[in-house]
T-cell receptor, first 118, second 113 residues
Framework: GAVVSQHPSWVICKSGTSVKIECRSL??????MFWYRQFPKQSLMLMAT?????????EQGVEKDKFLINHASLTLSTLTVTSAHPEDSSFYIC??????????????FGEGSRLTVL | AQKVTQAQTEISVVEKEDVTLDCVYE???????LFWYKQPPSGELVFLIR??????QNEISGRYSWNFQKSTSSFNFTITASQVVDSAVYFC??????????FGTGTRLQVFP
């Protein structure tokens, strides 16, 4: 079964509203999670690295105030798209790094969240 | 800088044909990992393989095989006797000294009956 879960799997919202996407590691504590964005028929682009208990590290060109990342616990990271606009419509995927055990260091991906902004 | 190039944007084959997806990478790291993922229309990423930079042995898993050649910085993926269920987008990815996973642009494979 899935070891990383995202919620919601899809969301439609009006322009100007904020949307929160959750990423949970289900059977391990993840000090590090990653958020990716994928436009239709394009590759996955890393947006930011989410670190538990500290500020996220954003990739060049990603607006920190637009995409708020909170990693408040070892099993949960959230991505909030603030004041969403149609150009923010995309597929957002998170991954969590397993810190220990038989798959230590492996990255596990969530199922993805499809955001449509009207 | 790290980079992954998948030159083939789309490939179409007929069932039972063999198909090879190319992947070329660039990195200055001496230790790195290479991956292949499958992304079906539903969107979730399906992990296929991980290979570290010190292991150049080719690998076979059922109808899937991978050819890793450091001399040409390539990590190609072959599907033997393709099936309609193999239709998906396939991503090659690279992880170097940091934990960041860099994806190639993907190859869309369509297998027709």
């Amino acid at each position: 079964g899935a070891v990383v879960s995202q919620h919601p799997s899809w969301v439609i919202c009006k322009s100007g509203t904020s949307v929160k996407i959750e990423c949970r590691s289900l059977d391990f504590q993840a000090t590090t999670m990653f958020w990716y964005r994928q436009f239709p028929k394009q590759s996955l682009m890393l947006m930011a690295t989410s670190n538990e208990g500290s500020k996220a590290t954003y990739e060049q060109g990603v607006e920190k105030d637009k995409f708020l990342i909170n990693h408040a616990s070892l099993t949960l990271s959230t991505l909030t798209v603030t004041s969403a606009h149609p150009e923010d419509s995309s597929f957002y995927i998170c991954s969590a790094k397993r810190p220990y055990g038989s798959h230590a260091g492996e990255l596990f991906f969530g199922e993805g969240s499809r955001l449509t902004v009207l | 800088a790290q980079k992954v190039t998948q030159a083939q944007t789309e490939i179409s084959v007929v069932e039972k044909e063999d198909v090879t997806l190319d992947c070329v990478y660039e990195t200055r790291d001496t230790t790195y990992y290479l991956f292949w993922y499958k992304q079906p229309p539903s969107g979730e990423l399906v992990f296929l393989i991980r290979r570290n930079s010190f292991d150049e042995q080719n690998e076979i898993s059922g109808r899937y095989s991978w050819n890793f050649q450091k001399s040409t910085s390539s990590f190609n993926f072959t599907i033997t006797a393709s099936q309609v269920v193999d239709s998906a987008v396939y991503f090659c990815a690279l992880r170097g000294g940091t934990d960041k996973l860099i994806f190639g642009t993907g190859t869309r494979l369509q297998v027709f009956p």
